[in-house]
């Protein structure tokens, strides 16, 4: 090819080349037609529901379309106007995951649709899906330059950026003016997902002012375990306002609460597993949490929830607002050791231990033990019954004295009776003179009392840990599949106030119970109305406790067992005929009276004295 022919078709490229850019549209042309075609396609759709129509009703039909058709016109115009290349995408999901989470992100919208935890089962073996692609919705509003709303689920968002455990989603006018929203897992930060949405270049087509960008969340719990009443009576939303500690809507009933300071998270928490949002800047106020109830006979999903939060926008060139997720277990150490960003975010709270003292005893004492049994054993039933054996002999000195106690009111019972029947029924006189003999004998009625009353912080946090405690969820033991719920076989029927199935560890306990009841009754000699009270109480806690976690009523039995190896060992090592000789000798010391004993003395005699002077009158 010579000279002059390269010259030739270079002139020609160039003529070509400048003839389509000199008649190409403008980007505002190609909106325009966007819009135009859009309308087309709406205007072809309602032409075919006027053919449809037959003669008789084709006059009213053909009105209500036009309406609808001026309807759909004016929203296309609405949708198209901004963001006029998102209006049409495939109805797909992108999913990013990691070793211990998997999302699934809407191709429409941009918001997560469905989490599936990776390490965990539900109780029928299935995928534990935390949020369900069916019953989760989440998207965000705002209010364009010339006050029309528009909602991300409305548009199809496009991936900027993606790999296994990052995707980005883009919302654009144009190259520099866009909303995205960017998920990222890490690794080092288990069940947390770093969520940013990024308002740039937008200051001309999003209204100022504060409030503008506005989320929402509904989902609904779906059930994870076998038995649904402790998943609904565990489930509830929780949030947390800085400088305070985490507040939670009733679990019981429908509720609804509208946060009027900002926040620095909310929760949709199960019984074991918890969907929390967090951002240390950005969840402003006039946040609405809602509750719902769960639907009588409904045995798949446990209760609505939903959230609608707000972040602010004043018109900057640069907006990333900073959130992070955590989809997890509810188990107190994974809690307290994940980093949200926040410097007091008290995320363990979320796991229910009691208030006051119980909560103190579960935190400080049980919790700390229980984890140092889970590094070094693998059994969790054996854990339950050595965390047993640590509680009892820490109790020990307790036990001790309070069986030294009702050893000594043993011996003084006959004694007492004689009191009793010497004055029948001047039961203050009985009283005096009783306390006279505990005062020589030295003995203390109270003395048997406290020690038991000091057991009582162990005995009622334990009864709050064990339903909560993650770490019992579907761990076996003997015959137990599950120590979270309980053992056993179902009936079949329903048995009033015990329920329509057999747990073999409440049925332990109780029995078990009942033994210790009789020997206690033979130490302390107790007879009439309070022995029998004495067997009716384990016959209650068996149907109070059949449906409670197996874990619990295995420790209950443990500490039953080592209850009667403890009174063995002490009888063998106790005397009742030196306790005899100890309260013979006390009997015989001089007893100092306090000022204090005195007074009372002084009141008690001059009540007496004041009763008698009323008797006589009266006669």
């Known amino acids: ?196 949405v990024v308002v740039r270049g937008m200051e001309n087509y999003v209204r100022r002012g504060n409030s503008d960008f506005r989320m929402d969340w509904s989902t609904v719990l779906q059930k994870q375990e ?147 049994l889970q590094s070094i054993i693998g059994s969790t039933g054996i854990m339950i019954m050595l965390l047993t054996v640590i509680i009892k002999f820490a109790l020990l000195p307790l036990v001790y004295k309070s069986y030294i106690s009702t050893a000594k009111m043993r011996i003084l019972k006959p004694e007492m009776d004689a009191i009793k029947e010497k004055h029948g029924s001047d039961m203050q006189k009985v009283q005096q003179e009783n306390m006279a003999l505990y005062k020589k004998a030295g003995v203390s009625p109270l003395s048997g009392c406290v020690p038991m009353l000091l057991q009582l912080p162990i005995l009622f946090a334990m009864f709050q840990f064990f339903p909560v405690a993650f770490e019992l969820r579907q761990e076996s033991f003997l015959w137990s599949n599950d120590l979270s719920q309980w053992d056993g076989p179902s009936l079949g029927f329903n048995i009033p106030f015990y329920g329509d199935h057999v747990s073999y560890f409440t049925l332990m306990m109780t029995v078990s119970t009942l033994i210790y009841t009789h020997l206690n009754n033979q130490i302390s000699g107790v007879s009439g109305q309070m022995k029998y009270i004495g067997y009716f109480m384990p016959v209650i806690f068996l149907g109070v406790l059949n449906d409670y976690a197996s874990g619990l009523t295995w420790y209950y039995f443990v500490s039953n067992v080592i209850t009667f190896g403890q009174q063995f060992v002490i009888r063998r090592f106790v005397d009742d005929s030196k306790l005899h000789a100890q309260i013979a000798a006390a009997k015989k010391k001089p007893v100092k009276k306090s000022k204090f004993q005195e007074r009372m003395e002084l009141a008690m005699k001059a009540s007496q004295q004041k009763a008698q002077q009323q008797q006589k009158r009266k006669r």
């Open 1 to 196: 090819m010579d000279r002059n022919t390269v010259i030739g078709f270079s002139l020609i490229f160039l003529i070509l080349a400048g003839y389509y850019w000199y008649t190409a549209p403008t980007p505002e042309e190609i909106q325009m037609q966007l819009t135009q075609d859009s309308i087309a396609r709406v205007e072809a759709a309602n032409k075919q529901k006027i053919d449809q129509k037959d003669s008789s009703g084709m006059n009213s039909g053909t009105q209500g379309i036009q309406s609808d058709l001026a309807i759909d016109s004016t929203e296309i115009l609405r949708l198209s106007k901004n963001f006029g290349d998102h209006l049409e995408g495939d109805a797909n999901k992108y999913a990013i995951s990691n070793q211990h989470l998997t999302l699934e992100i809407l191709a429409k919208g941009g918001g997560i649709s469905q989490v599936r935890l990776n390490e965990y089962k539900r109780s029928n073996g299935q995928d534990l899906i935390l949020l369900d692609s069916q019953k989760n919705q989440m998207s965000w509003s705002w209010t364009d330059q010339d006050g029309d709303e528009h909602s991300s689920d409305e548009y199809f968002w496009k991936p900027t950026l993606q790999n296994d455990s990052v995707l980005n989603l883009r919302l654009s006018v144009d190259e520099s003016s866009y909303i995205e929203q960017q998920y990222a897992l890490s690794a080092d930060k288990p069940y947390v997902v770093d969520y940013n």
């Open 226 to 372: 076998k038995d649904m009443k402790w998943e609904l009576q565990h489930s509830a939303m929780v949030y947390k306002l800085p400088n305070e500690s985490p507040t939670s809507l009733k679990s019981t009933e429908e509720a609804e609460e509208d946060i009027k300071s900002p926040l620095q998270w909310f929760a949709f928490k199960q019984q074991y597993f918890t969907a929390l949002m967090a951002s240390n800047r950005d969840i402003l106020a006039d946040t609405k949490l809602k509750m719902g109830e769960n639907r009588e006979g409904d045995t798949l999903n446990i209760k609505p929830m939903s959230a609608t939060i707000y972040m602010a926008y004043k018109g900057e060139t640069d907006r990333v607002g900073d959130f992070k997720f955590y989809f997890g277990p509810t188990h107190y150490k994974t809690l307290e050791n994940t980093d949200i960003g926040l410097a007091e975010a008290s995320l363990e709270r979320l796991v229910p231990l009691g208030w006051g003292i119980f909560g103190w005893v579960n935190r400080g004492v049980v919790i700390p033990v229980f984890a140092f």
